[in-house]
């Protein structure tokens, strides 16, 4: 991809992955977000405020969502494809 | 704790675009912006995300543009998702065709919840997003 000159096509290219990396970011944060309320919200809602363990639990839960999302990512890049 | 309210019924009328606090809950801002900690100020400044900064005006705002989009998206998205959940987990009882007292407390809790939980899960995405942005 040409950085400092891009060509017309190369520029449509860059805009579509741009917009599909963000879509995907969205997509990440959004899954991130509720499984991490499942796993770590109580959901009798006894108070509107997060307590302490709530706190914790989702500060770790976003961590390990996040190796699990690397981990991932580098399975698929280095092994390949899925089988068909 | 009223300001998430309002910016339900914001969102409810449909007024474009959605205020600065509703989109902070929304995290998009935070993780574009590669911001940790809690948004100061009105609104944010789109040359600033996404490192927008180097490039010629016209591809600065259709960047802006798509960022906008996607953002009134997301805030529709997490909106319906909201009400849905909070519907499933406080709602039970249908013998009345109004919601008593102790319904709309659950589903006041149950919103306050989520967006807090998820303006601090945005804080720690946005962290690990410019972590590992400074590793590459």
Known sequence: ?84 | MYVIYQCYEHLATLTIPPAPYCTRATGLNLWVSGKSGPEKGAGMDKNMLAGLDGLPEQDKARMAAMIDHLQLRDSLRMYNSLVERCFNDCVDNFTRKTLQKQEETCVMRCAEKFLKHSMRVGMRFAELNSQAATQE
């Open chain 1, 1 to 84: 991809m040409a950085a400092n000159n891009p060509t017309g096509v190369d520029k449509e290219q860059a805009f579509g992955m741009a917009e599909t990396e963000m879509e995907y970011r969205v997509e990440l944060f959004n899954r991130l977000a509720q499984t991490c309320f499942n796993k770590c919200v109580d959901k009798r809602y006894k108070e509107s405020e997060l307590n302490m363990g709530e706190n914790s639990c989702i500060d770790r839960c976003v961590s390990k969502y996040w190796q699990v999302n690397s981990m991932i990512g580098q399975l698929l890049s280095a092994g390949g494809r899925p089988p068909m």
